[in-house]
């Protein structure tokens, strides 16, 4: 099962999702939990810019198992984790929430969310990434549930790739619905049309 938010940087009109294309990226410092929660042997904690090494290899490699129908092999060979490690520590504008999944040694997930980018009013999972060899075990529904209890919005949203029927199916069965909004994002000149699903709490 894969369950990853589309997206990766830009934003070719209302449909871009990914590593907080609103924005940059930040580190989740007002997410206030008290220790770790916990599920079937994975833990979920705030993220901190000490991550960012691990973040940029979970975002690399669940783009690259996501995306292998959908983008040519050259450009998901082209991203690089390194390169997305640096962009990460670089970036200053702070996503509220970004909250990790990790096992004893490493990090195994990552989710991103706050403000919708369209509607401050409501509330966005701005991304959502497992890595692939440990997708199916129930790990993207603890960290999106984690995610969505931080956020006061009465309404959240997400963009997600069309053709992503994977991640489609998992935010279906996490009571995300359709809203009748579509986009599109450009990644290496290449466009993947999106969708937006919303979900009343």
């Not at 973040?55 to 998901?76: D, F, G, H, K, Q």
């Amino acid at each position: 099962m894969r369950y990853l938010a589309a997206g990766i940087a830009q934003r070719t009109d209302t449909g871009g999702t990914g590593p907080y294309s609103g924005g940059d990226l930040g580190w989740g410092t007002i997410v206030t939990m008290n220790g770790s929660a916990s599920a079937g042997g994975v833990a979920i904690r705030p993220a901190t810019a000490e991550d960012a090494a691990a973040i940029a290899a979970v975002y690399v490699r669940s783009w690259r198992a996501a995306y292998a129908e959908l983008l040519p092999t050259e450009v998901l060979a082209s991203l690089d984790e390194a390169d997305w490690a640096r962009r990460f520590r670089s970036r200053r504008d702070r996503a509220p929430t970004m909250l990790l999944a990790f096992t004893p040694g490493r990090v195994v997930g990552v989710v991103m969310a706050g403000p919708d980018r369209q509607d401050p009013l409501l509330a966005e999972i701005y991304a959502i990434y497992v890595l692939p060899d440990v997708q199916g075990q129930g790990i993207g529904a603890v960290l999106l549930d984690a995610a969505i209890a931080q956020l006061d919005a009465a309404v959240v949203r997400l963009w997600c790739a069309a053709a992503n029927h994977g991640s489609r199916r998992f935010y279906e069965r996490r009571g995300f619905v359709l809203d009748g909004s579509t986009g599109s994002y450009e990644i290496s000149g290449h466009r993947l049309d999106t969708v937006r699903y919303a979900c009343v709490r």
